[in-house]
């Protein structure tokens, strides 16, 4: 296929054909005249230092060998990841064109939905514009030397820890918890911590020169461990019909009887086919006065499989419109079985 459109309509390969690796536009000679857009993308690399004619920035949230960094490699193997402190960083780094991308986990099969992500979709302005699943594999890293018998502590994510109980379990250790898996292999190699391991990405453990002491280490009774990530970008996701694409969305429901019935109907009436819903209380307006009772206000968020650009999908949005009083579309993207052929990887 062409590839995906980017900012301004503009196709990157096309975009890339007229403008030099260094960003500068090709001479007239060499077959291709540069245009208007090329001289304004020319601008933004000389302001921005940005080389995303080339390979695109994507920002994720937490050190090199982060989970994150290595779900925007699989889904682009040729980008330059760019690591985040905080999740508010990964998608300011995109609205400030200091990023092109930005990938964040939303749902894992051990934990559910991560809803602080969820709840920044709404408001960071930025558009969902793909979705990958990787695997992902816990390792219990440390430094070069060091034996599990030394390890008195283990480092990583709260969510990491939690999903390797067992085996801390049986090391008697302390967890302590950091703000990323691979931030615990940075912190052992900057600090020399002989007496402390991490849970982290193979990947991280090459990358800051530590052992993987042991791999796989979640608890397996648990099931699977894979994590969807969500790609966003500044400007939508194009339509082409020869692929297949997912919508989420947004809304809320009005008083009365019968409102969530009304608003899936809206679906089932086109024979749309829903992939998730799930509500969580209004964090702006989280109570709702119902005459003599109060109740929780909610907000819902629902995935299915269609774009927006598409016919029944059109009419299914203008009717629900109709029927609540906030509605939103995060975004229209290709599946993730069929992501890594949109995007070219």
């Known amino acids: 296929g062409s590839g995906p459109k980017w900012g301004g309509g503009e196709d990157r390969s096309r975009c890339a054909a007229s403008v030099m690796r260094d960003g500068t536009p090709r001479a007239a000679s060499s077959g291709c005249t540069p245009t208007r857009k090329d001289l304004e993308v020319e601008a933004f690399k000389s302001s921005f230092n940005s080389r995303w004619i080339d390979v695109p920035r994507v920002s994720y949230h937490g050190a090199p060998g982060a989970f994150s960094a290595l779900a925007a490699k699989a889904l682009l193997p040729d980008c330059e990841p760019v690591a985040c402190d905080t999740l508010e960083l990964v998608t300011a780094s995109v ?171 809206v679906f089932a009436l086109r024979e749309m086919n829903i992939t998730k819903i799930e509500s969580r209380p209004l964090r702006a307006n989280p109570l709702l006065e119902t005459g003599d009772a109060t109740q929780f206000n909610y907000i819902f968020y629902l995935d299915f499989i269609g774009h927006v650009s598409e016919t029944k999908c059109k009419q299914a949005m203008r009717h629900l419109q109709e029927l609540t009083p906030f509605f939103k579309v995060l975004g229209s993207y290709p599946v993730a079985s069929e992501a890594f052929k949109y995007w070219g990887a």
């Open 95 to 265: 609205t400030q064109w200091r990023s092109d991308l930005a990938i964040v986990p939303i749902q894992n099969t051990l934990e559910g939905t991560l809803h602080e992500l969820q709840d920044q979709l709404v408001s960071c302005g930025l558009h969902i514009v793909g979705e990958v699943n990787i695997p992902v594999i816990h390792c219990l890293v440390a430094l070069p030397g060091v034996n599990r018998g030394d390890i008195k502590r283990v480092l990583s994510h709260p969510v990491a820890l939690a999903q390797c109980s067992t085996l801390l379990k049986d090391l008697g250790v302390v967890r302590e918890a950091v703000f990323d898996t691979a931030f615990s292999a940075k912190r052992i190699k900057d600090e020399m911590l002989m007496d402390c391991a991490g849970i982290a990405s193979k990947e991280a453990a090459e990358h800051f020169g530590l052992e993987v002491l042991s791999e796989d280490v979640h608890d397996k009774e648990r099931g699977v461990n894979v994590q969807r990530y969500l790609l966003l970008a500044r400007e939508p996701c194009e339509y082409d019909s020869a692929s297949t694409y997912k919508t989420s969305l947004v809304f809320t429901l009005g008083e009365g009887s019968g409102q969530l019935f009304k608003a899936l109907s």
